[in-house]
Structure formats: structure tokens, C-alpha cells
């Protein structure tokens, strides 16, 4: 299995900062991963597909970027709508796996 | 629209079955690949399992075996029949379809149902 490992595990900035997150696979996977966002008691969100494409409806403010085994995910302004956990997805593979997750808090 | 709603949850007994449904609209579960994936509290997210359109699956290795994915084009529903369920299978169960023209990430969701195996 592919593993996916993220990084941090949580931060927390102020509303404006930029803020990124770090997904690195076990061995390449293309452009083949998704990054998720997830608030508390409710189901995940597509942000981005193949590694840097804007799913329809995602704020600009969201970017991606990254081949290989290692992805960025960046939030180039917080907001305060955008506090929750982030997952990174890698679908390289039949058998898909997901990061840890990340967790975002406005300070 | 769009919709996904999952229904089936409850409690289990350690060994006992259950079977979980995700009744779609707005689109054909059958032209389109679905997934199930699970969330245990307080922990993230774990692919459970895939349905191709063209009727090929795949598991993830820590339900090979004991789960089977499954649907129903003439009610437009996915299925997840799970047996010999272990207290590590207590999670929310979410399904979602795959973003046409991808080939492997979901673009929506529904809002999940809980499993919990316990005695």
C-alpha cells in the first residue's frame, strides 16, 4: 500500500496568514492525489484534483501543486470559514489512501 | 441536485452483520464509480472500498473478505454489506461518487451513518 504521510498534524495562524500543508507519499503517484476539507460533523469537501486542479466552486484562495511523492496545499489568505481538517488522498492506485490529516485553527 | 443519503447504521454485535445503503439523485449510480469511506471518532479518514462502473471492485486489506460492495441501478443505490464485524469496524459510514472524469477522487458525499460493534 502507498503510504501518505502529512504534515503538521495542526497549526494555527491568523485570519490573512498564508498557511501550507505538506503530503508525501511513500513512492510516486503522478499527479494523482486529492486534497479534502473537512469541518467538524460533516462530510469532506473536494478542493483539488490531480494534484493542482481547482475542483468547480473552490475559492481561489485555494491552491495546490506538487508531483511525484511530494504536494503542497496552500490557503494564501485564512479565513475564518476555513478552519478544519485537511486531508490529502493519493489515487495513483485501485487501493486509495488517505493522509493523517491536518488540522486548522485561526490563533 | 446532487444527493447521497446513507442509511443501515446501528449497533452490532462483535461477529454480526450489517448492511448499509446510499440512495442517490440527481445522477446514475451505474455511470459512475462509487466508493464507501469510513471514519472512526476521532480519528481521520479510511477508503474502505470501490465500485467501478463497469462493475469491477476493489477493498481496502482491512475489510477484504468480510465486506461486499454492491448496487442496485433499478433504485438507484449503493450497498455495503458488512459481515463478521469487529469493534475496529465502529465508524461513521460516508459514500461518494466519483468526479466524473477523474479516476479516483469523490466529489460528493453524503452525510454518513454510524456503525458501532460492541457488546
Known amino acids: 500500500d502507498i503510504q501518505m504521510t502529512q504534515s503538521p498534524s495542526s497549526l494555527s495562524a491568523s485570519v490573512g496568514d498564508s498557511v501550507t500543508i505538506t503530503c508525501r507519499a511513500s513512492?510516486?503517484?503522478?499527479?494523482?492525489l486529492a486534497w479534502y476539507q473537512q469541518k467538524p460533523g460533516k462530510a469532506p469537501n473536494l478542493l483539488i484534483y490531480e494534484a493542482s486542479s481547482l475542483h468547480s466552486g473552490v475559492p481561489s484562495r485555494f491552491s495546490g501543486s506538487g508531483s511525484g511523492t511530494e504536494f503542497t496545499l496552500t490557503i494564501s489568505s485564512l479565513q475564518p470559514d476555513d478552519v478544519a481538517t485537511y486531508y490529502c488522498q493519493q489515487y495513483n492506485t485501485y487501493w486509495r489512501t488517505f493522509g493523517q490529516g491536518t488540522k486548522v485553527e485561526i490563533k | 441536485e446532487l444527493q447521497l443519503v446513507e442509511s443501515g447504521g446501528g449497533l452490532v454485535q462483535p461477529g454480526g452483520s450489517l448492511k448499509l445503503s446510499c440512495a442517490a439523485s440527481g445522477f446514475t449510480v451505474s455511470g459512475n464509480y462509487m466508493s464507501w469511506v469510513r471514519q472512526a471518532p476521532g480519528k481521520g479518514l479510511e477508503w474502505v472500498s470501490v465500485?467501478?462502473?463497469?462493475?469491477?471492485?476493489f477493498y481496502a486489506d482491512s475489510v477484504k473478505g468480510r465486506f461486499t460492495i454492491s448496487r442496485d441501478n433499478s433504485k438507484n443505490t449503493l450497498y455495503l454489506q458488512m459481515n463478521s464485524l469487529r469493534p475496529e469496524d465502529t465508524a461513521v459510514y460516508h459514500c461518494?461518487?466519483?468526479?466524473?472524469?477523474?479516476?479516483?477522487?469523490?466529489?460528493?458525499w453524503g452525510q454518513g451513518t454510524l456503525v458501532t460493534v460492541s457488546s
Open positions: 461518494a461518487r466519483g468526479r466524473p472524469g477523474s479516476s479516483g477522487c469523490d466529489d460528493y
Open positions: 513512492q510516486s503517484i503522478s499527479s494523482w
Open positions: 465500485l467501478y462502473a463497469g462493475g469491477s471492485t
